[in-house]
């Protein structure tokens, strides 16, 4: 099931990636696998995927020791200042920082276990008073700002795009995201490479990758339904 699931969302990316003139291999699938067991997480490990994504600190430091230390865990949720540290030596990159009070206990600590910190910038583009991101307009000012921290390297810009109907609606957001990496790119920062774009999610990926995304994150598509209600 999970396999099939898999198997159809690369055969999309690649068709997505295809009808824009880009590469297959320059888009990479994460697997959003929050609030599903080990064992699911096991079966699409199987398939070949490397990459996962999880939200919640807690389920990382939990899945973590039960499953094969080649996986690149993504902590692509809300993260809390105070728990940062339980993940510094887990992840590999953390897609949703938006503060440099947050940037700066990643560079703390990611001093402390002598590791370089790949992050993203979460972008609230479609300013969702529910959502957590920086505005478009403070985000190129918070990477300079970020920028001089040691111990980290802000590798591009994230996004959750709101819940729509039609995935189509969703494509003015992404196209600025986009705009505001390469704007970002351009201004040359120390320190900042702007050469990824974290969006695209079960709904609306494929709109996505044709407007630029190189990281999609998917979890439904995957592995179904979760246990809970509408959480994003
Ligand atoms: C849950 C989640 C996803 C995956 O959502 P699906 O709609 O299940 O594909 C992607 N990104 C973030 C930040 C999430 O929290």
């Not at 159809?8 to 291999?25: F, T």
């Not at 957590?132 to 001089?148: K, N, W, Y």
């Not at 709904?203 to 990281?215: C, K, R």
Request: some cysteine.
């Amino acid at each position: 099931m999970i396999t099939d699931n898999i198997r159809l969302v690369e055969k999309n990316i690649a068709d997505a990636a295809a009808n824009s003139g880009r590469r297959p291999e320059d888009v990479r699938l994460i697997a959003v696998s929050k609030t599903k067991p080990v064992q699911m997480i096991k079966e699409a490990y199987d398939t070949g995927i490397r990459d996962f994504g999880e939200n919640r600190v807690q389920e990382i430091v939990e899945k973590y020791p039960l499953l094969p230390s080649d996986i690149r865990w993504h902590l692509i949720g809300h993260l809390q200042t105070n728990k940062v540290k339980y993940i510094i030596d887990k992840v590999c990159m953390i897609h949703s920082v938006d503060s440099y009070k947050l940037a700066e206990e990643i560079s703390r600590q990611a001093a402390r276990h002598n590791v370089t910190m790949d992050i993203l910038i979460e972008v609230n583009v479609a300013g969702e008073e529910t959502k957590f991101g920086v505005r478009p307009e403070d985000t190129a000012a918070l990477c300079e700002q970020i920028s001089r921290l040691p111990g980290i390297r802000i590798r591009g810009l994230m996004t959750v795009a709101p819940f729509v109907d039609d995935p189509d609606e969703n494509r003015p957001v992404f196209c600025t995201l986009r705009q505001l990496l390469v704007d970002i790119g351009a201004k040359n920062i120390d320190n900042v490479t702007m050469d990824i774009l974290s969006m695209g999610m079960s709904n609306d990926y494929t709109v996505a990758i044709t407007e630029g995304a190189t990281l999609v994150r998917v979890g439904t598509s995957i592995f179904g339904q979760r246990d809970y209600g509408v959480e994003r």
